[in-house]
């Protein structure tokens, strides 16, 4: 089967400074994939890369496209990259308001991946949009309010709604539930695990909260420094970490 | 005999200008940078479509400049007097006898020939902007023709108002490639922008130009099922009686009296010399200026 | 269908001066279909280890686990989530939730994750709720504010909501009244009676004697405890 992404040896440096290094992966669809570390680890460096927002020193990253089998998106042309970021490939940010058009309605946020794939029938646009609202547990009577209007955690729902919408297949996260209450968080997660599940989604999941990757990760990179240090199912990597560094993470979570 | 050189503007300025109109007509609708030059009128009254004019000025052409379609409001007889000092150029109120025309936020009612050459004045060229504040991300979506954001500016209308709210500078669709803004024009005109004139766009502040050449597809946004109207008050001009032309509102007295006339003063008048009359208008007589 | 080969395991804790502390040593059983196996001895002998190990939970040192055709010692990550998914199901002695989520839904899911249709898998969740005695009116609620026994049952509700041909079951009648006792007993023997490989771990001598081919005794496999 071929995977569906293809991370090869991929780097990234700020002068003599490591961002990341030496990190090669593969992910298959349907795959959840937890990078954890913690500040300066090298993990949003990491996904800001393979999600093309930054442009990689050394190392490809391959994505099985519908029509043109694995292409390396780094070296693909911008137009092409863009576009894909619109179709194929979705992001959501840590803080909605830079994954949201803060002065468009919530249904124009969803709404504009449609459009810009050349939706043109105003009430089907609607339609589909209401439709994504109520998957993310927005009531359909908020559709015409700005997200300055909604709390933390709708603004998140909405960014995640303004995604998929067009059916991606594989979806970048950081930090999605970062700065929201754990109640919310909760509920987020719970969305987030229904969708992948729901639409065979592929996503790659940077966070610090070993309990999100717990929840929806199926397997997990630790980094540290800008390295991978450890790499496993989940469950085995929390449950029997083998670097020392990882058993440090583990042993350090609060316990409620 | 002036002091200035021909149209105000040096030989170098109107070459560089040209240039960039030539640019602007072979692609058509997309906006080319040019080197807006100080002009002695502020910015916002016209100094893109006074460099635009300058530079397609001949001494053998005949000028009109309207304003709102009116070739009698203060900034249209400014320009002109403008141009009959720099230049000592031909004026004319009559559209049919104009080879250059210079206008604020109409188009004449009168069918313009291929011989002739409307200018625009532009405030903001940007369609995207008001979407979109950052100029590096604008120009990457008319390069990449990534045009979702404008459809999702008609989307909002529509959920807030009912219907496609934009009454004038309605974003149109050149030649299916750049989507442009065709200055504040009322969507009414925007019909009128497939013609056999050749349009010209100049935008001093923001230092831009953009182009139309004749007979190119001109298509108004819109959705399939909220499709573009070209829309005015149901209303005929009281003072020639046309059905078919853009009307002022005029209120004539303080107990809410108004009466609708005829923007575009010179088709009003030519219809009102042909002997029309309007319900509130009096046989033609030649006026007082 | 199961079959562990010489399997040894260590921890290193690194932040504790890197101790070594080996717990298993040239561990071997077999499993054939159809089989129920019981893992034996005093606590601390190695018996859930094994059992993790055998899931993939923990890493092997040495040695090599087949179930099915895959060596879970060496597999890749991928084909041990293809395994768990629909070949090895693991009821461990502690249920262990997504918050929040309807007790309907934790039974059912792995269903959904095979492709069950919701209704089908829901209605079998149903079934398996109502043979194990959990009321109705709980099967809306998430069960992490259950009792201890109620939470058992819901995992192994779980457990067997998928008819996987290997299981894994830790202590899955601790905490249970007799006639819920009862009721597991029954689910495993119909497991085995469709052809199910099972290991299991049970303090409780009746259990083991009433569903056990065979024992074994784990302290044999445990450094510094083998005689």
């Known amino acids: 089967m071929t995977p569906l992404l293809q991370v090869e040896n991929i780097a990234k440096f700020y002068g003599a400074r490591i961002g990341c290094a030496d990190v090669s992966f593969d992910l298959y669809p349907g795959e959840v994939m937890g990078i954890v570390g913690e500040s300066g680890s090298g993990k949003s460096t990491l996904l800001n890369c393979l999600a093309g927002h930054l442009v990689p020193d050394r190392g490809a990253v391959r994505f099985d496209t519908r029509t043109g089998g694995l292409r390396n998106t780094v070296t693909m042309s911008e137009p092409e990259r863009r576009m894909l970021g619109r179709t194929d490939w979705a992001f959501v940010h840590q803080h909605a308001r830079d994954g949201l058009r803060m002065n468009v309605s919530a249904g124009g946020n969803v709404g504009e991946r449609l459009m810009a794939v050349n939706a043109r029938h105003y009430a089907e646009i609607r339609t589909q949009a209401i439709d994504w609202l109520g998957r993310v547990e927005i009531m359909a009577d908020r559709i015409d309010d700005r997200p300055t209007a909604f709390s933390g955690g709708m603004q998140q729902r909405l960014q995640i709604a303004r995604n998929l919408v067009t059916g991606p297949r594989l979806v970048f996260m950081d930090e999605p539930t970062g700065g929201l209450d754990v109640s919310v968080q909760a509920r987020l997660l719970d969305l987030l695990r229904g969708l992948v599940r729901e639409m065979r989604l592929s996503a790659i999941i940077v966070t610090h909260d070993l309990a999100v990757v717990r929840l929806l990760a199926d397997r997990l990179m630790v980094m540290k420094d800008g390295h991978v240090v450890e790499t496993g199912l989940t469950d085995q990597v929390l449950d029997d970490p083998q670097h020392a560094y990882t058993q440090l993470l583990v042993s350090s979570v609060l316990q409620v | ?289 | 269908m199961i079959v562990v080969e010489n399997v040894s395991k260590s921890f290193v804790l690194h932040n504790q001066g890197a101790a070594t502390i080996p717990v298993m040593k040239g561990a071997s059983l077999r499993v054939a279909a159809g089989e129920c196996l019981a893992l034996t001895g005093a606590s601390g002998a190695g018996k859930s280890t094994l059992m993790r190990m055998i899931y993939g939970n923990y890493l092997t040192s040495s040695g090599s686990i087949m179930v099915g055709d895959v060596d879970v010692a060496r597999a890749a990550p991928r084909e041990i989530i293809t395994l768990r998914r629909h070949t090895l199901g693991y009821v461990s002695q502690f249920l262990r939730v997504v918050p929040r989520v309807s007790t309907l839904d934790v039974v059912a899911e792995p269903l959904l994750a095979t492709g069950t249709s919701r209704a089908d898998a829901v209605q079998t969740a149903r079934d398996l709720l109502t043979r194990l005695n959990i009321p109705e009116r709980l099967w809306t609620l998430s069960p992490t504010t259950f009792s201890g026994g109620e939470q058992q049952r819901v995992n192994i509700a779980r457990g067997f909501a998928y008819p996987y041909p290997a299981l894994l079951l830790d202590e899955p009648t601790a905490s249970l009244d007799p006639v819920n006792r009862a009721t597991v007993l029954a689910m495993v023997n119909e497991a085995k009676a469709r052809g199910a490989a099972i290991i299991g771990i049970f303090h409780d001598h009746a259990a083991r004697e009433a569903i056990c081919d065979r024992q074994l005794d784990m302290t044999r496999y445990t450094p510094g405890l083998a005689a």
């Open chain 2, 1 to 289: 005999m002036t002091d200035y050189n021909f149209a105000y503007l040096d030989e170098q300025t109107k070459r560089m200008i040209r240039r960039t109109i030539l640019k602007g007509l072979a692609i058509p609708g997309y906006q080319v940078p040019f080197a807006s030059r100080e002009m002695p009128m502020p910015y916002g009254w016209g100094t893109g479509g006074v460099q635009v004019s300058a530079a397609v000025l001949t001494p053998d052409d005949t000028l009109k400049v309207i304003d709102q379609g009116a070739d009698d409001t203060t900034n249209a007889v400014s320009i002109r007097r403008f141009f009959q000092k720099t230049a000592g150029v031909a004026v004319t109120e009559a559209t049919a006898q104009a080879s250059v025309i210079q206008t604020r936020h109409r188009i004449p009612e009168q069918d313009l020939r291929e011989d002739q050459i409307i200018v625009y004045q532009v405030p903001i060229p940007e369609p995207l902007r008001f979407l979109e504040p950052s100029e590096v991300e604008t120009r990457k979506m008319h390069s990449l023709e990534e045009y979702g954001l404008m459809h999702v500016k008609l989307y909002e209308d529509i959920s807030q108002h009912g219907d496609i709210a934009t009454a004038y500078a309605y974003p149109v669709k050149v030649e299916g490639r750049y989507v442009m803004d065709p200055s504040p024009i009322p969507k009414f005109d925007n019909p009128k922008l497939e013609m056999a004139g050749i349009q010209l766009f100049g935008a001093g502040r923001e230092q831009r130009i953009y182009a139309i050449p004749p007979y190119t597809q001109v298509v108004s946004l819109d959705f399939d099922d909220y499709p573009f109207q070209p829309t005015k008050a149901d209303h005929a001009c009281g003072l020639c009686g046309a059905h078919d032309s853009y009307l002022d509102e005029l209120i004539v007295d303080d107990e809410g009296g108004r009466v609708f006339m005829c923007s575009d003063t010179d088709y009003c008048a030519t219809r009102r010399r042909a002997g029309h009359v309007g319900t509130h208008g009096t046989p033609f007589e030649e006026d007082a200026a």
